[in-house]
């Protein structure tokens, strides 16, 4: 939770120690490199959602892994100084066997040590013991991190995976599950789970007393909701059930389902040991001279940690928990800390005071417009509204328009399928509260007169020819106002009052591009395009 801060330093953090080793270049897999895994560990891949499925990244893209800060004594990260990854011998040395716990015990170390999740929603871990149906559980683990803002849960599974199988492994014996899957998006935490499969020996193969196995998602925002995760762990696609069914009753394959995060399972694996849960980790970006994961005492006072990983002394806002979470404003930075709690994925991203606030929230709006599933109204239509008017408020709107930003904010809350609608219009919201002189500004003025640096980390289009930079664009002497883009790209084109489209400020995103260029093919008057580096290769 945010809170007051009661006190003076950080107990423990007697300074930031750095732990790089092995980030930024391949890793040095144990048992052989991820090409070689192959028909080790069972693995399975959600199936293709169609022509707008996301292309797969890169191992390149993603083994650039942040730095490692730890501010106190390392718990999760222990062992990170001395391996760029804890193979099981490393992992034993580092961290001992795990112990054995019945199911009471379970539940009863989830309650002492108020265990909760993490990655985003923060519900109990106690309470999803309880909430588990009758039958034989599964258990799941979610590391599909789709946010960019976040890699905390990245640099687990690349660099402690038996950390996070230990917990999940303890969890499976305490309470008689058959089935383990661990759902990942990118290439290295792939390879690295799988390695770690097997050097335990575990695998998808009948007959065993627990199969365990890794699902494939595309890297996307949606990728990591609960349900999708399930979804494609079961055959079918990596999006959000219509219908909201709680896993503990009916998840993997109709089963009680125990579905958490990756800290959630590395976490529980030092509880059983520690009994405490003493650290939390902690992805920032934004206005820091280098993205970092940092591991951090409960409790910890913002600034200090803001200060440690080299952040402006007064930055103008932090958005804390991510692209789900709420900004802070400058006047309650200096009172607050992080603690286990604290609402989000654990993002922490400071913004500096030259870029306007307003239009930091507006770029990465667009992108959470685009990060849909398409599958409900409030959240294909109602994500693109509420982007396109805070963009209208930018533009000199005035009142209207930001009662046009509350108006689908309160359009779009609770009717979801998923809870993807209501983190982003938390997120928008938090920033008219957190930047009201900004606002003022742009609603009464002429505006903040300051430009939108992009400080907020999106994604690059990924795929083999990357089309960073390309957009939709409109020849003005050609459009007749048909409004067919709209129709068929809601989330990237919307109508403005006079009929016309107005076009959101963002890139075309992987996953909608094939639904961009058949907008542009289907434009009546032929005055939509795609313009950037990968245009001319359609």
């Given at each position: 939770?945010?809170?007051?801060?009661?006190?003076?330093?950080?107990?423990?953090?007697g300074?930031?120690?750095?732990?790089?080793?092995g980030?930024?270049?391949?890793f040095?897999?144990?048992?052989?490199?991820p090409?070689g895994?192959?028909?080790?560990?069972?693995?399975?891949?959600a199936p293709?959602?169609?022509?707008?499925?996301?292309?797969?990244?890169?191992?390149?893209?993603?083994?650039?892994?942040?730095?490692?800060?730890t501010?106190?004594?390392?718990?999760?990260?222990?062992?990170?100084?001395d391996?760029?990854?804890?193979?099981?011998?490393?992992?034993?040395?580092?961290?001992?066997?795990?112990?054995?716990?019945?199911?009471?015990?379970?539940?009863?170390?989830a309650?002492?040590?108020?265990?909760?999740?993490?990655?985003?929603?923060?519900?109990?871990?106690?309470?999803?013991?309880?909430?588990l149906?009758?039958?034989?559980?599964a258990?799941?683990?979610?590391?599909?991190?789709?946010?960019?803002?976040?890699?905390?849960?990245?640099?687990?599974?690349?660099?402690?995976?038996?950390?996070v199988?230990?917990?999940?492994?303890?969890?499976?014996?305490?309470?008689?599950?058959?089935?383990?899957?661990?759902?990942?998006?990118?290439?290295?935490?792939?390879a690295?789970?799988?390695?770690?499969?097997?050097?335990?020996?575990?695998?998808?193969?009948?007959?065993?007393?627990?199969?365990?196995?890794?699902v494939?998602l595309?890297e996307?925002?949606?990728?990591?909701?609960?349900?999708?995760?399930?979804?494609?762990?079961?055959?079918?696609?990596?999006?959000?059930?219509g219908?909201?069914?709680?896993?503990?009753?009916?998840?993997?394959?109709?089963?009680?389902?125990l579905?958490s995060?990756?800290?959630?399972?590395?976490?529980?694996?030092?509880a059983?040991?520690?009994?405490?849960?003493?650290?939390?980790?902690?992805?920032?970006?934004?206005?820091?001279?280098?993205?970092?994961v940092?591991?951090?005492?409960?409790?910890?006072?913002?600034?200090?940690?803001?200060?440690?990983c080299?952040?402006?002394?007064?930055?103008?806002?932090?958005?804390?928990?991510?692209?789900?979470?709420?900004?802070?404003?400058?006047?309650?930075?200096p009172?607050?800390?992080?603690s286990?709690?604290?609402?989000?994925?654990?993002?922490?991203?400071?913004?500096?005071?030259?870029?306007?606030?307003?239009?930091?929230?507006?770029?990465?709006?667009h992108?959470?417009?685009?990060?849909?599933?398409?599958?409900?109204g409030?959240?294909?239509?109602?994500?693109?509204?509420?982007?396109?008017?805070?963009?209208?408020?930018?533009?000199g709107?005035?009142?209207?328009?930001?009662?046009?930003?509350?108006?689908?904010?309160?359009?779009?809350?609770g009717?979801?399928?998923?809870?993807?609608?209501?983190?982003?219009?938390?997120?928008?919201?938090?920033?008219?509260?957190?930047f009201?002189?900004?606002?003022?500004?742009?609603?009464?003025?002429?505006?903040c007169?300051?430009?939108?640096a992009?400080?907020?980390?999106?994604?690059?289009?990924?795929?083999?020819?990357?089309?960073?930079?390309e957009?939709?664009?409109v020849?003005w002497?050609?459009?007749?106002?048909h409004?067919?883009?709209?129709?068929?790209?809601?989330?990237?084109?919307?109508?403005?009052?006079?009929?016309?489209?107005?076009?959101?400020?963002?890139a075309?995103?992987?996953?909608?591009?094939?639904?961009?260029?058949?907008?542009?093919?289907?434009?009546?008057?032929?005055?939509?395009?795609?313009?950037?580096?990968?245009?001319?290769?359609?």
């Open positions: 939770m945010l809170r007051g801060v009661r006190g003076g330093g950080v107990g423990g953090a300074g930031a120690a750095t732990q790089a080793q980030c930024g270049q391949a040095r897999w144990a048992g052989g490199t090409s895994s192959e028909g080790r560990v069972g693995a399975t891949r293709d959602t169609g022509p707008d499925r996301c292309p797969r990244p890169t191992v390149t893209d993603v083994n650039n892994l942040p730095p490692v800060v501010l106190g004594e390392p718990r999760l990260t222990a062992g990170f100084d391996h760029a990854r804890l193979d099981r011998r490393a992992h034993l040395a580092v961290h001992g066997t795990a112990p054995r716990l019945s199911a009471t015990e379970l539940v009863s170390l309650e002492a040590t108020a265990l909760r999740g993490r990655g985003g929603a923060g519900f109990p871990f106690a309470r999803k013991l309880h909430a149906g009758k039958g034989v559980p258990v799941v683990v979610n590391g599909c991190e789709g946010e960019p803002a976040c890699r905390k849960d990245a640099v687990l599974l690349c660099r402690a995976p038996h950390l199988l230990d917990g999940a492994l303890l969890a499976a014996e305490a309470l008689g599950a058959r089935t383990l899957v661990v759902g990942v998006t990118q290439d290295a935490t792939e690295s789970v799988r390695d770690a499969l097997a050097e335990r020996g575990l695998a998808d193969r009948r007959g065993r007393p627990l199969r365990a196995r890794v494939r595309p996307r925002m949606v990728s990591g909701e609960s349900s999708a995760l399930l979804r494609a762990a079961d055959g079918g696609p990596a999006l959000p059930a219908r909201r069914v709680h896993a503990a009753v009916q998840g993997l394959g109709g089963a009680p389902t579905l995060n990756t800290e959630t399972f590395a976490q529980l694996a030092l059983a040991r520690r009994g405490a849960v003493g650290t939390l980790l902690l992805t920032l970006s934004g206005a820091i001279p280098q993205p970092r940092a591991e951090a005492p409960d409790g910890v006072p913002l600034p200090y940690v803001l200060q440690q080299g952040a402006e002394p007064v930055p103008q806002g932090v958005l804390v928990g991510g692209y789900h979470g709420l900004w802070l404003g400058a006047e309650r930075v009172g607050a800390v992080l286990y709690g604290t609402p989000g994925a654990g993002a922490v991203l400071p913004l500096p005071a030259a870029t306007c606030p307003l239009g930091e929230t507006v770029r990465v709006a992108w959470l417009a685009a990060e849909s599933a398409g599958q409900c409030p959240c294909r239509l109602g994500l693109p509204a509420l982007a396109g008017a805070l963009t209208d408020v930018l533009a709107g005035g009142q209207s328009a930001l009662e046009a930003v509350r108006d689908a904010a309160r359009a779009v809350h009717r979801g399928a998923c809870g993807h609608p209501d983190g982003a219009a938390r997120f928008l919201l938090s920033s008219l509260a957190a009201t002189d900004d606002l003022a500004a742009h609603v009464l003025g002429s505006g007169g300051r430009g939108t992009g400080v907020l980390p999106l994604p690059r289009t990924a795929g083999p020819a990357p089309a960073a930079g957009r939709l664009a020849d002497t050609l459009c007749e106002g409004g067919l883009c709209a129709d068929l790209l809601p989330q990237l084109v919307r109508l403005g009052p006079d009929g016309y489209p107005s076009l959101a400020d963002a075309v995103p992987a996953h909608l591009r094939v639904r961009a260029q058949r907008a542009v093919r289907r434009c009546p008057a032929l005055a939509l395009r795609l313009e950037g580096p990968a245009a001319g290769k359609r």
